[in-house]
């Protein structure tokens, strides 16, 4: 099983990477973490260019339906998703009948350096997921002071977090099980 993981920061010290790349500790065996790098990468979502998106484009659309379960971290910015990641979304979300996010199983994480680790970002979200038409599993996990959370080895430092995240990729993981038996049965 993979499952692609998708940081909504372009920076290179993000913290909602570095949660992806805890969370990749965590998964259980047999599972996968592909991190997606090029989000940078994608054009500005232009209905014009529909018919021949860009390489950047395409590239995104295969990983997501390549992949069994998404995994996405946003960092918040003014109370809201990051433009970039919800560009990308805009992306995906087409053609609308036969999108790659279409019934995937979706998980949301948040970190932020703020109090309430971009819980208004991550409902924001899991909102557009669920407009696009994914799955996206109940468990939610917010790291807020995000800036002090992680150890000096970039593990993620609080227990109570970890087994938060740990209890949240296991549940992405089960969705996606569930999914293919489905698949299989059909
Ligand atoms: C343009 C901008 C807007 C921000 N707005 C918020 C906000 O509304 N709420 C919040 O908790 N943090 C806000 N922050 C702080 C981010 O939480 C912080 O920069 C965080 O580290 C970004 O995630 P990253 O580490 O994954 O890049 C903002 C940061 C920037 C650059």
Avoid: C
């Avoid at 809201?80 to 087409?94: E, F, H, M, V, Y």
């Avoid at 997921?129 to 800036?147: F, K, M, Q, S």
Wanted: proline share 5%.
């Amino acid at each position: 099983m993979r499952v692609l993981a998708v940081s909504g920061s372009l920076r290179a010290g993000s913290h909602n990477t570095r949660l992806l790349h805890e969370a990749a500790r965590l998964l259980p065996a047999g599972v996968e973490l592909e991190h997606y790098d090029e989000l940078k990468s994608v054009p500005p979502f232009d209905e014009d260019e529909e018919e021949r998106p860009a390489a950047a484009v395409e590239r995104l659309r295969a990983a997501v339906a390549a992949a069994d379960a998404v995994l996405l971290a946003t960092p918040e910015y003014n109370s809201s998703i990051p433009g970039q990641l919800k560009n990308a979304l805009d992306w995906l979300s087409r053609p609308v009948a036969t999108n790659v996010l279409r019934n995937k199983p979706v998980a949301v994480v948040g970190a932020s350096t703020g109090a309430f680790g971009a819980v208004w970002a991550q409902a924001e979200l899991r909102k557009v997921l669920a407009a696009i038409g994914a799955r996206v599993v109940a468990a939610e996990l917010a790291v807020p002071h995000a800036d002090r959370r992680f150890g000096e080895d970039g593990r993620l430092a609080d227990a109570e977090l970890r087994a938060g995240l740990e209890d949240l990729v296991v549940e992405l993981v089960e969705a996606a099980a569930e999914r293919e038996l489905r698949a299989v049965a059909a």
